[in-house]
């Protein structure tokens, strides 16, 4: 008989995400068949399944802990922000148009259906569905027709642990301001909580501990130390992106506005002889990069001109000029190019635009979806690489005549005459280790770092972790059977 148990939390960014994987790595090595769940997630780094869909990166990361391939299923809303008001939804994996935020609020209900419906499929192959909560239950603004917290939690009749961060501070605030003010009938669910992100000797909260239990009623099921090794795993948001120190090798990224898939830079980062540094709004493009990596957009125009609003195309100009490398990848491959059409309007407002022009090459915005996972040969080296696609548009000119990837028998991205400057719709090359040291090597860095089994060694310690820190036993024995929907 199949269980489930929700992690919800005190506010985004709390960890859930993160402990989620762990949880689904340790009850996998425990031999049960785990399976991930997030109702409605919104994060426009998403990851491509093995069905041909799109989910949220962190239930792709949650799959790989439990073993199983990645599903539609794990996520069946998704939220793609594509202005501050408006966003991309993704049902089931597929693009079902755009809505702007004040109407999804009216119709997300509508949605519960489809998250039932994946809800159902996944509890039918599994014996523990691990479900993620977004944000917060305490935004009572948002409680009438949730689907993403206790709204989802009541109708499936899933349990939930609350969890809250102490490295914010108010941690006891936090847990017992979010019993105060929810119903009866959604208090009924919340069968315990959890402290995250701790930082120091865990026993001088014993007293904390002691107090949120006194005042709300719920048991502890753990404080987590801090985990220090939880930056190794795919980001799945902007906010947890973030310059990281290496060697002498600098990678310098543009923080675009609508930056999406920006998976590319894990790799990068977790090479010990290279620097990624995060270009905020309003800062210039160093003057030292070994290489400027233009990201993707969910946006491609209107982060294009945010580019230049900070003034990064000089600063990008600059360092062409001083012998510097390029790599555009997805929008930032389009941005690259001398123009970019959108008749239709699905990049947002209809027409043509002036892109970079350091590639001779035009993107048209039109077509169908690209969303496909991919596997590839460099041309320079023949090494193996994975990767997948996802994107609106096609892009063509005499530079795609110097492409430097080949899908089967298919050329793939384009070169300028030096070789310096690139672009390609291929997101996740880097994880390919073989493939990334080459690319490294042109920059005069060395790589020997195996990235997929790095990967396996933090959620294997981050199971570690759990197992030490929280009460995995009494966990489990507060996961329930869900209602039949």
């Known amino acids: 008989m199949v269980r489930a148990i929700m992690i919800q939390g005190t506010g985004s960014n709390v960890g859930k995400s993160v402990l989620v994987a762990g949880l689904a790595r340790a009850y996998t090595r425990r031999g049960l068949r785990v399976a991930p769940f997030k109702p409605q997630n919104m994060s426009n780094n998403a990851a491509v399944t093995e069905n041909g869909g799109e989910i949220g990166r962190a239930q792709a990361l949650q799959a790989r802990a439990a073993k199983r391939p990645t599903h539609t299923d794990m996520n069946p809303i998704l939220l793609k922000p594509e202005t501050d008001t408006g966003a991309q939804i993704i049902v089931q994996g597929q693009r079902a148009g755009t809505m702007k935020a004040g109407d999804y609020r009216k119709d997300k209900s509508k949605l519960l259906g489809a998250a039932l419906e994946s809800f159902d499929r996944l509890c039918s192959d599994a014996d523990l569905v691990l479900i993620e909560g977004a944000g917060s239950p305490a935004e009572t603004n948002l409680r009438k027709g949730d689907i993403a917290n206790m709204g989802f939690a009541c109708t499936a009749g899933v349990p939930a642990i609350l969890v809250g961060d102490i490295h914010r501070g108010g941690v006891i605030a936090q847990i017992v301001g979010t019993q105060a003010v929810l119903d009866s009938g959604d208090l009924e669910m919340i069968k315990g909580f959890a402290v995250n992100r701790f930082k120091g000797d865990v026993s001088l909260f014993d007293d904390g501990r002691d107090d949120i239990a006194a005042r709300t009623g719920w048991p502890c099921l753990g404080v987590v130390p801090w985990f220090h090794d939880a930056w190794k795993l795919p980001a799945e948001d902007m906010m947890d992106i973030r310059s990281h120190s290496g060697g002498a090798c600098k990678v310098v990224v543009p923080q675009l506005e609508r930056m999406a898939n920006f998976d590319d830079l894990d790799p990068l980062s977790a090479e010990p002889g290279v620097t990624v540094e995060i270009i905020p709004a309003g800062r210039p493009l160093p003057g030292d990069a070994d290489l400027v990596l233009l990201p993707g957009s969910k946006s491609t125009i209107g982060d294009l001109t945010y580019f230049r609003a900070q003034g990064w195309d000089i600063d990008l100009y600059a360092h062409v000029r001083r012998g510097g490398h390029v790599l555009g990848l997805c929008g930032g491959y389009q941005m690259l190019g001398k123009t970019i059409a959108d008749p239709d309007g699905v990049d947002g407002r209809p027409g043509t635009v002036e892109g970079l022009g350091l590639l001779d090459v035009t993107t048209t915005m039109a077509g169908r979806k690209q969303v496909t996972l991919r596997t590839a040969r460099s041309v320079l080296g023949d090494d193996p690489v994975t990767g997948y696609e996802i994107h609106m548009g096609r892009t063509e000119g005499p530079d795609c005549y110097r492409a430097w ?65 929280m009460n995995l036993d009494h966990l489990l024995e507060l996961a329930a059977s869900p209602k039949k929907t």
């Open 405 to 469: 990837l080949k899908i089967e028998d298919r050329p793939e991205g384009a070169s300028d005459k030096t070789g310096r400057i690139r672009g390609s719709y291929l997101h996740g090359i880097f994880s390919s280790d073989a493939f990334r040291a080459r690319y490294l090597q042109q920059l005069g860095a060395t790589s020997d770092l195996s990235y997929e089994n790095g990967v396996e060694e933090v959620l294997d310690a981050l199971a570690d972790h759990l197992e030490q820190h």
